[in-house]
Every structure is written in C-alpha cells, then in structure tokens.
C-alpha cells in the first residue's frame, strides 16, 4: 500500500471543509474540541493511521496550523510502510528500544554481567 503524501494546511482545510458541509474558505483558524476530534477521525481513516495523543498534547492543539503539524508528523512517522500505529515527538515522547545502547553511557560502558576482555 502506498502512503499517502503528509497533508499541508490546504489538505486540513479541505478535512475541516467536509465538517458542518462548507467550503475550506469557510473554516476558521480556531478549532474547537468537537472539530478538533472530528478531524482526528477523518484523519485516521483517510490515511489509515491511527494516532496516539495524550490528553496534553490534544490540548495544545488549537488552530489549522497546529493540527497540520501534528499529522504532517504523524504521517513521516509512520513512513512508506503500510498502515499501522504512529508515533511522533508531535504525539509525545517514544519509548526506548531496550535492546539499543544507551547513547548517554560513556563508551566503555558494559552492560550488567557482560564479560570484560
């Protein structure tokens, strides 16, 4: 399956447009948390991705602008693959590979029990 392209402020405008039956030009900037959600599931279902938003981070979204950089995000984070689960620092912090090296270590660093030269 192809991804499709991340969506730019003319595309959100377009997915507000279909809410309420009115044109893009007729969307305001504001958004209100029934648009807000409502765009999410249009979103989500356009581009067959799901998003993981946490209470705070739906909260900060307010406007076009601010709902155009989270799923741009969402969208390069979920990369060419097929559908799935994103997650983007615009969604919150991802959790860390367990098995990858902590990047903070100093570099003699070796894990617990590991065996010395």
Known sequence: MTRL??????????ML???AD??????????GSLELTWLIAEFEQRFDIELELSDERFETIRTVD???EVLRAAVLA???????????EAAGPKASDPGAPDPAAPADARPAGAARP
């Open 22 to 31: 009115r044109s893009p030009g007729a969307v305001q900037d504001t958004l």
């Open 78 to 88: 979920a990369g060419p693959a097929g559908p799935g689960r994103a997650h983007s």
């Open 17 to 19: 447009a279909t809410f």
């Open 5 to 14: 392209a991340p969506p730019d402020r003319t595309d959100v405008l377009a």
């Open 66 to 68: 601010d709902a155009t």
